[in-house]
C-alpha cells in the first residue's frame, strides 16, 4: 500500500541581504508588491515553482500568493520561505499562522525553523504529521519557543506531491517570555535500581491501560499525556516496596480514572468489584480501528481513528461480563481495570471534569530528552502504543516485555539526545517492521564516511565517493573493515538499530546508518581490496555532505538495452512520465521495468495496461480494539483496489527488477504482479512490509513510525517477512559493479531473450 510517510524535512541552507532582517514595519502579508509577481522579501529555493501575487484570498485582505508548479516541471517539492532576524524573539514564545488553501493531490505545509549561532538547528517544527489537504480555505498554526542563541529565523510554506498552494494572512505574534524548557534531571545520567525498573514497568503497562482503554470522561479529556507521564515516572520510580507503589499509582491515576481498582498482590487476590450505579443509563467504551495516537486536533488519517462507543446498560440479568479486565502490571501489583464506564446524562460516573493540568499543554514546561524522566515516558508512551495495536506480534519473534525492560534500563543511562535516539530505535527494531522508525529533526545531521557504498551480496562495496578521497579508491573496492572492525562486525553494530522484516531491507537501511551512525574516528582508517584481491589501506576525513552512488547509470525511459527490448524505470515515475514513453513500450517485444526503488502514479496507472480483465490488490485490513493486549481484536477490511484494462494493453514479454529496497507501495504493485503472473520479477526479494504508516510524536520531538495495519497476499497468506520473491534470483557482485555492469539489468534482458527466441525479438 502506498505509505503516507512521503512528507520532506526542509533544510536549506540560505543566505540572504541583509535588508530582509528588518523588523521594523515587519509585513508577512502579501498586499505589497504587483499581481503575479513574487512577493516582496520572500524567494523560492526550489527549481522550477513559482509564487505570485493573486487576487485569491481569504477574507485576510485584498490578495494572497500562490505557490505552483507550472509548465511541463515534474518537481514534487516547492517551497516558498523568508528570514528574518532571530535576535527580537529569543527565549520568546511566538505563533505564527496563516490560512492556506490546497488544490490537487499532495498537501502543504507552513514551516519554521530557528538557525543557531553555534551553526546548528534549533526549534523546528514543519506541520509533518498535520499536513494540509485540499479543500476549503484551512488555519495553520505553529507554537515555538525561539532558542535563546537563535539567530536567523526561517518560516515558509510548502507543497508535497505537486499541490497548489494559496496562502493568506501571514502573522508571527510574539507571545511573551513563554514555558521553559525542562531543566535537566540532577545526577542525570543514573541507573535504575532492580526496584525501580520493576516499578517503571508496572507504571508503564498501567499508562497503556488507562491512556487507551479506560473511558472516563476524565481519561478522554487528557491531552497532556506526554507530562502526565513524565509526572508518572517521577512518582513511580521511588516507591520501596508494592505497597507503596499501589500508594503513588493510585495517587497519580485517581483524578483520572476514579474507578480503577489497584491491589499488591497477584490478579487472583482481587477485592470484590463495585456494583453498578443505579443511576446508570448507558455505558462507554473506546473502540479503536488500528488507533488514532495523536491529539485530536491534528489528526488527518481516516484510516486510523479512536472514539468513543455508547451502549445501553443492559439488564441485570444479562450483566456485561466484560466491563471490568484484571491485569497484572508486575512488581507485585495488580489492577481491575474498567474496559466500560457507566454513565448518565450528565457523564460517565462518577462524575468529574479532566484536572485542568492535564487537559492542556499550554504553559507547561517543553519536554527534552536531556531530562531522564522525560526519556523514561518517552519509552512508556511508546512502548504502550505498540503492545496493544500492532498488527504484526503473531508473524514476528520477539519478546515486547523484555524489550520495555531493557529499553527503559537503557534510558535511563542516555547520556544525550542522540543516544537516546539509537535507544528508542533499538526498542523499534524489535518489531521487525521495516517502516518502523524513529528520527528528531532537531538534531544536526552529523558527518558521513567520505563513501557511497551498496552491498553485493556479503560484500561492501563502493559505488561512490567524496572528492576527497581522490583517485585511491576505486569503484567496485570492497571495505573489509573500518578503524579495525570487519565489516561484517560494523554491519552488526548498526542493525540493532534497523527495524527490518527482511534482510534485504536491513541491509538496504544498513548503508545510510553505515554512513552516518557508526562511530569511526577522524580520520578514519578503511581497509580495501580490489576485485582482483590487492589490498590497500587509506584514512580519509568525515565529510559533510553524503556521497552519492555513482556506480549504477539506469537507461534512459523507452531506451532499448536490447533490440526489441524497452527499458522504464518505475522509481518515482508518474503517470505522465509512463505516456510519453507509451508509444514504444507499445511497439516493444520485451519491456524491463525497473522497481528497484518507490515508484509514483505510473506504477498503478501501468497495471491496467497489463491486464485483460479486472484485478485488485492485496488485503488491506485494520484491527479494531475493544481491549488491551490485542485480546478478542476484530479486522475491518479497507477497499481494495480495483483495476480495470486499458488500452494500449502491453503485449511484450515483462520482466520487473526489484531488491531488498522494494517496501509499501512498491509491494503492493508487485503483488499485482506475483499474483495475476503478470511477468517474471528478477533480483532478490522485497522488504516484506506494507500497509500505511501511523506516525506519533514523543516527548522530545522524536517522531515514531510504524506500520499500523496487516496487508495479506491475495491467497489470504502471510506477506510481513516474507515479501515478493523473484522467479528468477540475482545479485550484484563486486567484479560487476567494477565493470560498470548492472547484473540485474543484464539478467533480465537475458530471460526475455530466451523467451523471445535468438535475442532477435522474434515470437
Same mark, same amino acid.
Given at each position: 500500500?502506498?505509505?503516507?510517510?512521503?512528507?520532506?524535512?526542509?533544510l536549506i541552507g540560505v543566505t540572504c541581504a541583509s535588508a530582509l532582517f528588518a523588523q521594523d514595519n515587519l509585513d508577512l502579508g502579501f498586499e505589497n508588491g504587483s499581481l503575479e509577481m513574487t512577493p516582496q522579501d520572500w524567494f523560492v529555493p526550489t527549481e522550477g515553482w513559482t509564487a505570485e501575487l493573486t487576487d485569491e484570498k481569504a477574507n485576510e485582505g485584498s490578495r494572497s500568493v500562490k505557490l505552483s508548479l507550472p509548465g511541463e516541471s515534474r518537481a514534487s517539492f516547492g517551497n516558498l520561505m523568508r528570514t528574518l532576524d532571530a535576535t527580537p524573539y529569543r527565549g520568546r514564545r511566538t505563533v505564527l499562522r496563516a490560512k492556506m488553501l490546497v488544490q490537487g493531490a499532495g498537501g502543504g505545509q507552513m514551516w519554521l525553523r530557528v538557525d543557531r549561532m553555534n551553526g546548528e538547528m534549533g526549534t523546528f517544527d514543519n506541520m509533518e504529521l498535520r499536513p494540509i489537504l485540499a479543500g476549503d480555505w484551512k488555519e495553520a498554526v505553529i507554537g515555538a519557543e525561539i532558542d535563546d542563541d537563535g539567530e536567523f529565523l526561517n518560516i515558509g510554506f510548502m507543497s508535497n506531491g505537486g499541490a497548489t498552494v494559496f496562502i493568506d494572512?501571514?502573522?508571527?505574534?510574539?507571545?511573551?517570555?513563554?514555558?521553559?524548557?525542562?531543566?535537566?534531571?540532577?545526577?542525570?545520567?543514573?541507573?535504575?535500581?532492580?526496584?525501580?525498573?520493576?516499578?517503571?514497568?508496572?507504571?508503564?503497562?498501567?499508562?497503556?491501560?488507562?491512556?487507551?482503554?479506560?473511558?472516563?470522561?476524565?481519561?478522554?479529556?487528557?491531552?497532556?499525556?506526554?507530562?502526565?507521564?513524565?509526572?508518572?515516572?517521577?512518582?513511580?520510580?521511588?516507591?520501596?516496596?508494592?505497597?507503596?507503589?499501589?500508594?503513588?499509582?493510585?495517587?497519580?491515576?485517581?483524578?483520572?480514572?476514579?474507578?480503577?481498582?489497584?491491589?499488591?498482590?497477584?490478579?487472583?487476590?482481587?477485592?470484590?468489584?463495585?456494583?453498578?450505579?443505579?443511576?446508570?443509563?448507558?455505558?462507554?467504551?473506546?473502540?479503536?480501528?488500528?488507533?488514532?495516537?495523536?491529539?485530536?486536533?491534528?489528526?488527518?488519517?481516516?484510516? #486510523?481513528?479512536?472514539?468513543?462507543?455508547?451502549?445501553?446498560?443492559?439488564?441485570?440479568?444479562?450483566?456485561?461480563?466484560?466491563?471490568?479486565?484484571?491485569?497484572?502490571?508486575?512488581?507485585?501489583?495488580?489492577?481491575?481495570?474498567?474496559?466500560?464506564? #457507566?454513565?448518565?446524562?450528565?457523564?460517565?460516573?462518577?462524575?468529574?471534569?479532566?484536572?485542568?493540568?492535564?487537559?492542556?499543554?499550554?504553559?507547561?514546561?517543553?519536554?527534552?530528552?536531556?531530562?531522564?524522566?522525560?526519556?523514561?515516558?518517552?519509552?512508556?508512551?511508546?512502548?504502550?502504543?505498540?503492545?496493544?495495536? #500492532?498488527?504484526?506480534?503473531?508473524?514476528?519473534?520477539?519478546?515486547?516485555?523484555?524489550?520495555?525492560?531493557?529499553?527503559?534500563?537503557?534510558?535511563?543511562?542516555?547520556?544525550?539526545?542522540?543516544?537516546?535516539?539509537?535507544?528508542?530505535?533499538?526498542?523499534?527494531?524489535?518489531?521487525?517492521?521495516?517502516?518502523?522508525?524513529?528520527?528528531?529533526?532537531? /538534531?544536526?545531521?552529523?558527518?558521513?564516511?567520505?563513501?557511497?557504498?551498496?552491498?553485493?551480496?556479503?560484500?561492501?562495496?563502493?559505488?561512490?565517493?567524496?572528492?576527497?578521497?581522490?583517485?585511491?579508491?576505486?569503484?567496485?573496492?570492497?571495505?573489509?573493515? $573500518?578503524?579495525?572492525?570487519?565489516?561484517?562486525?560494523?554491519?552488526?553494530?548498526?542493525?540493532?538499530?534497523?527495524?527490518?522484516?527482511?534482510?534485504?531491507?536491513?541491509?538496504?537501511?544498513?548503508?545510510?546508518?553505515?554512513?552516518?551512525?557508526?562511530?569511526?574516528?577522524?580520520?578514519?582508517?578503511?581497509? /580495501?581490496?580490489?576485485?582482483?584481491?590487492?589490498?590497500?589501506?587509506?584514512?580519509?576525513?568525515?565529510?559533510?555532505?553524503?556521497?552519492?552512488?555513482?556506480? /549504477?547509470?539506469?537507461?534512459?525511459?523507452?531506451?532499448?538495452?536490447?533490440?526489441?527490448?524497452?527499458?522504464?524505470?518505475?522509481?518515482?515515475?508518474?503517470?505522465?512520465?509512463?505516456?510519453?514513453? $507509451?508509444?514504444?513500450?507499445?511497439?516493444?517485444?520485451?519491456?524491463?521495468?525497473?522497481?528497484?526503488? #518507490?515508484?509514483?502514479?505510473?506504477?498503478?496507472?501501468?497495471?491496467?495496461?497489463?491486464?485483460?480483465?479486472?484485478?485488485?490488490?492485496?488485503?488491506?485490513?485494520?484491527?479494531?480494539?475493544?481491549?488491551?493486549?490485542?485480546?478478542?481484536?476484530?479486522? /475491518?477490511?479497507?477497499?481494495?483496489?480495483?483495476?480495470?484494462?486499458?488500452?494500449?494493453?502491453?503485449?511484450?514479454?515483462?520482466?520487473?527488477?526489484?531488491?531488498?529496497?522494494?517496501?509499501?507501495?512498491?509491494?503492493?504493485?508487485?503483488?499485482?504482479?506475483?499474483?495475476?503472473?503478470?511477468?517474471?520479477?528478477?533480483?532478490?526479494?522485497?522488504?516484506?512490509?506494507?500497509?500505511?504508516?501511523?506516525?506519533?510524536?514523543?516527548?522530545?520531538?522524536?517522531?515514531?513510525?510504524?506500520?499500523?495495519?496487516?496487508?495479506?497476499?491475495?491467497?489470504?497468506?502471510?506477506?510481513?517477512?516474507?515479501?515478493?520473491?523473484?522467479?528468477?534470483?540475482?545479485?550484484?557482485?563486486?567484479?560487476?559493479?567494477?565493470?560498470?555492469?548492472?547484473?540485474?539489468?543484464?539478467?533480465?534482458?537475458?530471460?526475455?531473450?530466451?523467451?523471445?527466441?535468438?535475442?532477435?525479438?522474434?515470437?
Amino acid at each position: 500500500m502506498k505509505s503516507n510517510s512521503n512528507l520532506s524535512l526542509l533544510l536549506i541552507g540560505v543566505t540572504c541581504a541583509s535588508a530582509l532582517f528588518a523588523q521594523d514595519n515587519l509585513d508577512l502579508g502579501f498586499e505589497n508588491g504587483s499581481l503575479e509577481m513574487t512577493p516582496q522579501d520572500w524567494f523560492v529555493p526550489t527549481e522550477g515553482w513559482t509564487a505570485e501575487l493573486t487576487d485569491e484570498k481569504a477574507n485576510e485582505g485584498s490578495r494572497s500568493v500562490k505557490l505552483s508548479l507550472p509548465g511541463e516541471s515534474r518537481a514534487s517539492f516547492g517551497n516558498l520561505m523568508r528570514t528574518l532576524d532571530a535576535t527580537p524573539y529569543r527565549g520568546r514564545r511566538t505563533v505564527l499562522r496563516a490560512k492556506m488553501l490546497v488544490q490537487g493531490a499532495g498537501g502543504g505545509q507552513m514551516w519554521l525553523r530557528v538557525d543557531r549561532m553555534n551553526g546548528e538547528m534549533g526549534t523546528f517544527d514543519n506541520m509533518e504529521l498535520r499536513p494540509i489537504l485540499a479543500g476549503d480555505w484551512k488555519e495553520a498554526v505553529i507554537g515555538a519557543e525561539i532558542d535563546d542563541d537563535g539567530e536567523f529565523l526561517n518560516i515558509g510554506f510548502m507543497s508535497n506531491g505537486g499541490a497548489t498552494v494559496f496562502i493568506d494572512g501571514v502573522s508571527l505574534v510574539d507571545m511573551g517570555g513563554g514555558p521553559k524548557v525542562m531543566p535537566q534531571s540532577p545526577s542525570d545520567p543514573r541507573p535504575l535500581s532492580p526496584r525501580g525498573l520493576e516499578n517503571l514497568t508496572a507504571a508503564a503497562r498501567l499508562l497503556s491501560y488507562v491512556r487507551f482503554f479506560h473511558p472516563s470522561d476524565q481519561a478522554v479529556g487528557v491531552t497532556a499525556w506526554d507530562h502526565f507521564a513524565v509526572h508518572l515516572m517521577e512518582r513511580a520510580e521511588p516507591a520501596t516496596y508494592a505497597d507503596d507503589l499501589v500508594k503513588r499509582l493510585d495517587e497519580v491515576f485517581r483524578p483520572i480514572a476514579p474507578t480503577l481498582q489497584l491491589w499488591a498482590g497477584a490478579p487472583e487476590h482481587a477485592p470484590p468489584g463495585p456494583e453498578p450505579p443505579e443511576t446508570a443509563t448507558d455505558v462507554k467504551s473506546w473502540k479503536h480501528i488500528g488507533v488514532s495516537a495523536l491529539p485530536s486536533t491534528i489528526r488527518q488519517m481516516e484510516t #486510523y481513528r479512536s472514539g468513543i462507543e455508547i451502549l445501553s446498560v443492559p439488564p441485570k440479568k444479562d450483566s456485561d461480563p466484560k466491563i471490568y479486565v484484571v491485569k497484572s502490571l508486575g512488581s507485585g501489583v495488580s489492577c481491575r481495570l474498567p474496559v466500560k464506564c #457507566y454513565a448518565d446524562d450528565k457523564g460517565t460516573i462518577p462524575h468529574g471534569k479532566t484536572p485542568d493540568e492535564w487537559e492542556k499543554t499550554e504553559g507547561r514546561p517543553s519536554l527534552t530528552a536531556l531530562n531522564r524522566s522525560t526519556r523514561l515516558a518517552g519509552v512508556a508512551l511508546g512502548w504502550g502504543v505498540m503492545q496493544h495495536f #500492532y498488527p504484526y506480534f503473531e508473524v514476528v519473534n520477539t519478546d515486547w516485555k523484555e524489550a520495555l525492560v531493557v529499553t527503559l534500563t537503557k534510558a535511563a543511562e542516555d547520556r544525550d539526545k542522540i543516544a537516546y535516539l539509537d535507544t528508542l530505535r533499538e526498542m523499534l527494531a524489535k518489531l521487525h517492521d521495516g517502516h518502523a522508525d524513529v528520527s528528531n529533526r532537531s /538534531l544536526a545531521t552529523p558527518s558521513f564516511l567520505p563513501l557511497a557504498l551498496e552491498w553485493a551480496g556479503n560484500d561492501l562495496v563502493v559505488v561512490g565517493s567524496d572528492s576527497s578521497v581522490g583517485d585511491a579508491v576505486r569503484i567496485g573496492d570492497v571495505v573489509e573493515a $573500518m578503524d579495525g572492525r570487519s565489516a561484517q562486525d560494523c554491519y552488526d553494530q548498526v542493525s540493532k538499530w534497523i527495524s527490518a522484516a527482511t534482510d534485504g531491507w536491513r541491509r538496504w537501511k544498513s548503508i545510510q546508518r553505515l554512513m552516518i551512525n557508526l562511530p569511526t574516528e577522524d580520520p578514519v582508517r578503511i581497509t /580495501l581490496r580490489r576485485p582482483e584481491g590487492l589490498g590497500y589501506s587509506i584514512m580519509p576525513h568525515r565529510v559533510k555532505e553524503m556521497p552519492v552512488n555513482v556506480a /549504477l547509470q539506469r537507461p534512459a525511459n523507452g531506451s532499448e538495452p536490447a533490440r526489441g527490448i524497452a527499458y522504464f524505470n518505475l522509481d518515482g515515475a508518474t503517470t505522465d512520465e509512463l505516456n510519453r514513453s $507509451m508509444t514504444k513500450l507499445e511497439a516493444a517485444c520485451g519491456i524491463i521495468f525497473d522497481l528497484r526503488g #518507490y515508484p509514483s502514479d505510473g506504477a498503478v496507472e501501468l497495471m491496467s495496461h497489463l491486464i485483460d480483465s479486472p484485478a485488485a490488490s492485496a488485503r488491506w485490513i485494520v484491527p479494531i480494539s475493544r481491549l488491551p493486549d490485542r485480546e478478542e481484536v476484530e479486522w /475491518l477490511d479497507l477497499e481494495r483496489w480495483s483495476l480495470q484494462p486499458q488500452s494500449p494493453r502491453l503485449k511484450g514479454r515483462i520482466a520487473f527488477l526489484t531488491d531488498g529496497r522494494a517496501i509499501s507501495y512498491a509491494e503492493s504493485i508487485l503483488g499485482i504482479v506475483e499474483h495475476y503472473k503478470l511477468g517474471d520479477i528478477v533480483g532478490s526479494t522485497t522488504a516484506g512490509t506494507n500497509g500505511n504508516v501511523n506516525p506519533f510524536t514523543l516527548p522530545g520531538g522524536y517522531i515514531v513510525s510504524w506500520t499500523g495495519m496487516k496487508v495479506l497476499k491475495h491467497d489470504g497468506s502471510q506477506h510481513h517477512g516474507v515479501g515478493i520473491a523473484p522467479t528468477v534470483p540475482v545479485v550484484p557482485t563486486p567484479a560487476g559493479i567494477a565493470a560498470g555492469r548492472d547484473e540485474v539489468l543484464e539478467k533480465a534482458v537475458e530471460v526475455l531473450q530466451a523467451k523471445l527466441g535468438s535475442g532477435r525479438g522474434e515470437e
